[in-house]
């Protein structure tokens, strides 16, 4: 199996500030990738797709970048509603495997 | 509106069975291929099993093959997954899914249900 790992585990951010969410896959996935929020209680939610397609509906200050092993999820500018959980997900080949989760903490 | 509406999760004791279904409106339901994802508490998402837009073609994790059975009901739009064999580790909440294309074939969720909890505890 694929194995993805995502850093940091828990990023402690502010309003406002830009960050950024790395997530490593054991072997290459190509741009096989998506990431998904998931908020306290809340089913996920597809944001990116294909490494840095938005998923429609998804504001722009949400971007996707990185091919092969290494990716990465950017917020330009956090708004509250960001503060939630990333995780990363590989459709490269089977199984779909997730990233560990990143909590995005005030 | 896509809407995927799961049920049938509960408490069940560890060797017993259960059988969860999930509803969906909004979209052509035999057009798309559908997973099950998991969420153990506090933890991360696991893929689970998933079905092509026909029924044809299953596929399960190595972790519940041999126990769990997807399946589908293309007059019904509604997707199943019957669990047998039940283990404390399958205690999770079970997430219904949908796959952007009808092949069944690794790829990314566009549609998440809110999910139905599932513990396996004596």
């Known amino acids: 199996d694929i194995q993805m790992t995502q850093s940091p585990s828990t990023l402690p951010a502010s309003v406002g500030d830009r960050v950024t969410i790395t997530c490593r896959a054991s072997?290459?996935?190509?741009?096989?990738l998506a990431w998904y929020q998931q908020k306290p209680g809340k089913a996920p939610k597809l944001l990116i797709y294909?490494?840095?397609s938005l998923e429609s509906g998804v504001p722009s200050r949400f971007s996707g970048s990185g091919s092969g092993t290494e990716f990465t999820l950017t917020i330009s500018s956090l708004q509250p509603d960001d503060f939630a959980t990333y995780y990363c997900?590989?459709?490269?080949?089977?199984?779909?495997?997730f990233g560990q989760g990143t909590k995005l903490e005030i | 509106e896509v809407q995927l509406l799961e049920s049938g999760g509960g408490v069940v004791q560890p060797g017993g069975s259960l059988r969860l279904s999930c509803v969906t409106s909004?979209?052509?339901?035999?057009?798309?291929?559908m997973s099950w994802v998991r969420q153990a508490p506090g933890k991360g998402l696991e893929w689970v099993s998933a079905?092509?837009?026909?029924?044809?073609?299953?596929f399960y994790a190595d972790s519940v093959k041999g126990r769990f059975t997807i399946s589908r009901d293309n007059y019904k739009n509604t997707l199943y997954l019957q669990m047998n064999s039940l283990r404390a580790e399958d205690t999770a909440i079970y997430y219904c899914?949908?796959?952007?294309?009808?092949?069944?074939?690794?790829?990314?969720?566009?549609?998440w249900g809110q999910g139905t909890p599932l513990t396996v505890s004596s």
């Open positions: 899914v949908r796959a952007p294309t009808i092949v069944v074939r690794p790829d990314y969720f566009d549609y």
């Open positions: 909004g979209f052509t339901f035999n057009n798309y291929a």
């Open positions: 079905i092509g837009g026909s029924g044809g073609s299953t």
């Open positions: 072997q290459s996935i190509s741009n096989w």
């Open positions: 294909k490494a840095s």
């Open positions: 997900q590989q459709y490269n080949s089977y199984w779909d495997t």
